[in-house]
């Protein structure tokens, strides 16, 4: 196969970044999108020519660590998939392939296609946890949770903070990556306890980070990699309007 | 010359780790304020620790390469983790899974060290659930479990084919609420390229800040490693592509021993090779032998397709030639039967390196929705590589690289050769002899991280309550960080012309070629002869574009794969000493009639062990005595 590839070239935070053409050939139906990338990256070198660097560890769809904004898309056309996971027998040959980084206020370019995503650590940091020590748990069956709501937390768990959400939102908002981890703990006796608190901290510092409100358009959903569900939005936003109702109450 | 203490505790086995414990000195809140300890790794292991810690009281510095610490690799991990909380009342116990562990490992490992890592899973359990990391359960609601190879009771917790990525989420939410209180700082995006010695004693660390390029110097009474494993010496591996040798290797260059560097895991069930341009296999989890059984054709080079070959035509050589386990042989054992078949002509797919994984009977018995929701994602990531619906037809897979026994050598409170520098976790060598049993990689490191490095380090840190903050303005930091400088200035300046994932690949093929899942000693010389050539070729071909200052990712890479070169000799070099063969580690010329190893317990029931002697001398290997007190040590069958 043999594709045009434009992509885009920014040297560092301080920089205006650009689109480079390169066109690429011989290319596998078998290569993974970022093998693609490996491909292109060795020739540039072997020409002289600075490698585009992006971002990436597992190459296996688990660790949140690559994505890119390809063709209009994070992560690409094909659905539930991340970037290291997508194929190049998806694309049809002779193809013109736009490659960008994730654009958003608080996910700035550091170089090429790798953006700062350590907003997102801060909203986790905000509250994204129970407060239990090491040495105080109780047995694990002391609590049962029925399987129904086990299988909608792991739904909610699965999130690997890859910030597409964020970028297929056209108000850049980050709900759907708080709302999942909100979720997830407001749904089981662990997590119920400090639900409220949880929500509030961790809005207040998703608006602190700068990313944007959420307009109910369903296409973090849609371009979510690992198929997070809005419904997760729906019961975050319960939870925050019933902390907001308390914390009047209590003054 | 240093003698290896193990400093293994007298007393009855089970009694050894609480009796051992309640005698270790503490620390009192006050002054716990007054120590840093530094962390390298954000995986079970590392976040766990940094986290313990945390909670404890003391100022933790924790490190890691990527840009959150919740993408370390512990996140990949797929099958389970293993407690020995019998809720399947299928009999078992500490001692069973203890005693399952010190076979599977074929008695290769520390009795000690392997009851006390099977004691505290259960307190791992129980803290993740109480995390809320959410395991798989049964419609009452009580935690289920599944079957992994090499055992016969059902021990191993899951959340689907996605359990390391939800217990190291649930082991980064206990990170983060550190962070958030201030006893935890992150510093993501650093590579550890040096270990800094101050009188003796590990004080700190040498860092390269991966988006500036600028060096950093960090001090700390006690340096932890917590760094994974190296198995992406085989350049085609399970592991994530950052995943590397160079921290624990930059301790072994410095002193610390390195053990049983040449104990290194071939899984059986990854995809296989599809390409040219690969460079990362996906691994297809083991608990999938629950209900996949692997086959190949009777006929040698049939190529019709697998839905056309009928039952009797088919060989489920692992049923035939080990019935009382069958699938659920063990990983060693599993991924050598698949390569006999394979070298012997039976392999199928374009290459014949490949055997097939079929569902087909257990989707037939139990419905195509009970095999979703046990392995939905898996499948789903196999169809993506692929191409191919498991559903409709059976998997292709073949044995990969792993997982790493071998690792730093430490004693009982889990500290290297060099006091004050601890490893836990894969980094280490301690709990899995010659081959770890699936799922407990993830028990051990968090059982290393969470319930055990808190209370040994605590007794060394005792000693440094007056000591002060540990300056970084000091002749042992500067010449370390010079050292890392001139290398770095070495590696930028060759300006030559070939990649370092060319030679990164290049040096794979002859680890796999000469020091994989078969070895001899005529072999295992010649790789170490073609790594010589190797790395001469790479200190004066290696090509890094761009500027040391900056976030070079070819520079990263280069540096890794210098280091490569050196553990790939201290692997053959390991490999070649230990003439027999065991668990993971076989040698050709130490085998049965039937082809299964053969170990040599009256020479060989030793730890090997490997001390740095210098760039241009051949390293010093030490032994420790391996004692079994309370197994009894036989062949290892699964027949
Ligand atoms: C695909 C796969 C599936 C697996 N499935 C299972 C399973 O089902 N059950 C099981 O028990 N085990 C499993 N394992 C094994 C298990 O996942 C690992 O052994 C374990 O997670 C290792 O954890 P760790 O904390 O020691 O290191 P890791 O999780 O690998 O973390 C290493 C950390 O060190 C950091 N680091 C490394 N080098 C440097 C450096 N030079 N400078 C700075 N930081 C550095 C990294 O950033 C990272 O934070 C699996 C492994 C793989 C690869
Ligand atoms: S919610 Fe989905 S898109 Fe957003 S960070 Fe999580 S996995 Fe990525
Ligand atoms: S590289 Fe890990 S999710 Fe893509």
């Known amino acids: ?197 949880r929500v509030d901290t961790m809005v207040k510092q998703m608006d602190a980070e700068g990313f944007g409100f959420c307009s109910n358009t369903y296409a973090c959903e849609f371009d979510c990699p690992k198929g997070i569900s809005t419904d997760f939005i729906a019961l975050m936003n319960r939870e925050f309007f019933s902390s907001k109702l308390c914390s009047q109450r209590h003054g | 010359m240093q003698k290896l203490d193990s400093k293994i505790p007298d007393g009855p086995l089970a009694e050894k780790w609480s009796h051992y414990k309640a005698n270790l000195r503490l620390v009192n809140p006050a002054n716990k304020k007054k120590i840093d300890v530094i962390i390298v790794g954000t995986g079970l292991a590392g976040a766990g620790a940094a986290s313990a810690l945390g909670e404890l009281g003391y100022n933790v510095k924790v490190f890691c390469f990527q840009d959150s610490p919740r993408r370390a690799h512990s996140v990949a991990a797929q099958g389970g983790i293993n407690a020995a909380k019998n809720y399947k009342n299928d009999n078992d116990s500490i001692y069973r899974l203890f005693h399952d562990m010190i076979k599977g490992g074929d008695y290769r490992a520390r009795e000690a060290n392997v009851y006390r890592a099977a004691e505290v899973s259960n307190d791992v359990i129980d803290h993740f659930t109480a995390m809320g990391v959410p395991f798989a359960r049964d419609y009452g609601g009580s935690l289920d479990t599944r079957s992994f190879g090499g055992v016969q009771v059902s021990r191993t917790f899951y959340a689907k084919g996605q359990t390391g990525q939800q217990c190291l989420l649930g082991t980064y939410s206990s990170l983060n609420r550190q962070i958030a209180k201030g006893t935890v700082k992150m510093f993501p995006r650093r590579d550890m390229l040096d270990v800094v010695i101050v009188d003796g004693k590990a004080r700190g660390i040498i860092t390269r800040n991966l988006l500036t390029g600028e060096l950093e110097r960090h001090a700390a009474h006690a340096v932890v490693l917590a760094t994974g494993g ?32 040449s104990f290194i895991q071939i899984h059986p069930t990854s995809i296989p090779v599809l390409n040219d341009y690969q460079c990362k296999l996906t691994l297809m989890s083991e608990s999938l032998r629950n209900d996949g059984r692997v086959w190949v054709p009777k006929e040698k080079g049939d190529k019709r397709h697998p839905n056309e070959i009928t039952e009797e035509e088919r060989d489920y050589y692992l049923e035939r030639r080990y019935p009382a386990f069958g699938n659920l042989v063990p990983r060693d054992v599993a991924s050598r039967a698949a390569k006999e078949r394979c070298d012997a002509g039976y392999g199928v797919g374009d290459t014949g390196l490949s055997v097939y994984l079929d569902f087909k009977d ?259 290997l030490h032994k420790e005595a391996l004692n079994y007190e309370y197994v009894e040590v036989k062949e290892r069958s699964y027949k």
């Open chain 2, 230 to 261: 190296y198995g992406t010496v085989f350049y085609l591996s399970t592991l994530g592509l950052g995943s590397n040798a160079s921290a624990a290797w930059s301790a072994y260059r410095k002193g610390a021993f390195f053990a049983n560097p």
């Open chain 1, 1 to 197: 196969m043999e594709f045009k590839l434009k992509i885009w070239r920014q040297k560092n935070a301080r920089t205006k970044g650009s689109f480079q053409t390169y066109p690429l050939k011989d290319v596998s139906p078998e290569m993974s999108f970022l093998e693609m990338l490996d491909y292109l990256n060795k020739q540039l070198i072997e020409q002289g020519q600075e490698p585009v660097t992006f971002e990436h560890d597992c190459r296996e769809g688990i660790c949140g660590s690559c994505g890119l904004f390809i063709n209009g898309r994070p992560h690409g056309p094909q659905r539930n998939t991340t970037t290291c996971e997508l194929h190049m027998r998806e694309f049809r040959d002779g193809e013109t392939i736009v490659i960008e980084p994730w654009r958003s206020k608080a996910f700035p370019v550091i170089k090429d296609l790798v953006v700062d995503r350590s907003s997102f650590e801060r909203i986790m940091q905000a509250g994204g946890f129970v407060n239990v020590n090491v040495g105080c748990a109780p047995e694990s069956n002391s609590n049962p949770i029925g399987k129904l709501i086990a299988d909608k937390v792991f739904d909610a768990a699965a999130c690997i903070g890859c910030g597409a959400c964020v970028a297929a939102c056209k108000n850049s908002s980050a709900m759907l990556y708080a709302a999942a981890k909100i979720a997830q703990y407001a749904m089981i006796p662990q997590g119920k306890v400090e639900a409220k608190e």
């Open chain 2, 362 to 620: 257990a989707i037939n018995k139990q419905g195509e929705k009970a095999i979703r929701d046990k392995y939905g994602n898996l499948f789903e990531m196999y169809e993506k590589i692929t191409g191919i619906n498991p559903y409709t037809q059976p998997m292709r897979i073949y044995p990969a690289g792993h997982y790493t026994m071998g690792g730093l050598w430490v004693d009982y409170n889990l500290m290297t050769t060099i006091p004050g520098l601890y490893a836990i976790g894969e980094s280490n060598f301690s709990d899995h002899g010659a081959n770890r049993l699936g799922a407990s990689s993830l028990m051990q490191c968090s059982g290393d991280g969470y319930f055990i490095l808190p209370n040994t380090i605590s007794d060394y840190l005792a000693d440094d309550i007056r000591t002060g903050k540990i300056p970084t303005e000091q002749p042992a930091f500067e010449e370390a960080e010079k050292q890392v400088a001139d290398r770095i200035q070495r590696i930028m300046s060759v300006g030559g012309k070939e990649t370092a994932s060319s030679f990164h690949k290049r040096l794979g093929k002859i680890m796999w070629d000469h020091c994989g899942m078969r070895r001899d000693a005529e072999g295992l010389k010649k790789g170490m002869e073609l790594l010589r050539q190797l790395e001469e070729e790479f200190w004066t071909n290696i090509c890094v574009p761009g500027n040391d200052k900056d976030l070079n990712q070819e520079l990263e890479k280069a540096l890794k794969v210098a280091d490569f070169f050196e553990v790939g000799l201290l692997m053959c070099e390991d490999a070649l000493q230990r003439e027999e063969s065991c668990g993971a580690h076989f040698r050709e010329e130490h085998q049965t009639e039937t082809g299964e190893a053969r170990r040599d317990d009256a020479n060989f029931a030793f730890v090997g062990v490997w001390e740095y002697a210098g760039a241009e001398e051949r390293p010093r």
